[in-house]
């Protein structure tokens, strides 16, 4: 019997969910997605440090320390690109979530790095945060043909204006859904309860019953189980630790998504800024999630920039 991990790639895209090229290399993906967070871990691995002094002797000392980091992003997505076969995600800096000029000014920069070091815009993704104005920047840069990831993504309406908007692939965050529930309920949730695999589940239905083109991949994992339930979606990206758990089992794998048994009772709804900041401030985990995965991801950024800088003094 094939391993679990060999059995969820026949009909699931597997993403590693790092910055560690020796991971990436372990378990063959097909894409990888980085963020603020996992580039800062990397960076301040002895076996990266090199990448680091790379970027800032790169950047030179006239370049601002965003510039640097822009280059470091970009160093580091360009040596997973060449282990994995098919994407690498590249983010766009957490504090310009509110800013949609800023936040296509940003993209348009990191593509114009890749595309000077040869590597083609299809090869990459744009993470930007799913707000209103990260929603309606990638909606600009999906017709400049920059191919973008919506990331710290919580709620059905989130997901729909992505889709309205073409977004190439969102990124919902399964157990950060988890974990908020958890929280609040004071229990634990089996798997098949889970209501980050639940949210998950009823996004894939939405877009296969409607004929989407946006491609969905779990994200944020807590545990095997979650994967487990969602095998069939069209991506999943998946932490070192788990993609090792799935590697280390001979267990039969089912198939729980497919696009031939979605529910045929599902409404299509639609909306404009108004109506989705009001449907999303309906939702208290999404607005909750949201918020703090910006916070975080901010202060990542932060950090990034005081080893840059330590760098470069």
Known sequence: ?????????????????????????????????TNPSLILKAATMPAYAHLVD?????AGAAATIGQTIDGLLVLFGSEILKIVPGRVSTEVDARLSFDRDGSIAKAREIIGRYEKGGIGRERVLIKLASTWEGIKAAEQLQ???????????FSFPQAVACAEAGVKLISPFVGRILDWHKKNAGHDFAPTEDPGVQSVGKIYAYYKKFGYKTEVMGASFRNKGEILELAGCDLLTISPQLLGELAASNDPLVRKLDP?????????????EKSFRFAFNEDPMAVDKTAEGIRLFSADIVKLEQLIQKKRS
């Not at 993403?15 to 378990?27: N, Q």
């Not at 790379?54 to 790169?58: L, R, T, W």
């Not at 031939?260 to 404009?272: I, L, P, Q």
């Open 143 to 153: 017709k400049e043909g920059i191919n973008c990831n919506l990331t710290l993504l």
């Open 54 to 58: 790379q970027a800032v002797k790169e």
């Open 260 to 272: 031939a048994a979605v529910s045929a009772d599902v409404e299509r709804v639609t909306y404009d």
């Open 1 to 33: 019997m094939p391993t679990q991990l060999d059995q969820l790639k026949q009909f699931t895209k597997v993403v590693a969910d790092t910055g560690d090229f020796d991971s990436i290399k372990s378990y063959q993906p097909q894409d990888a997605t």
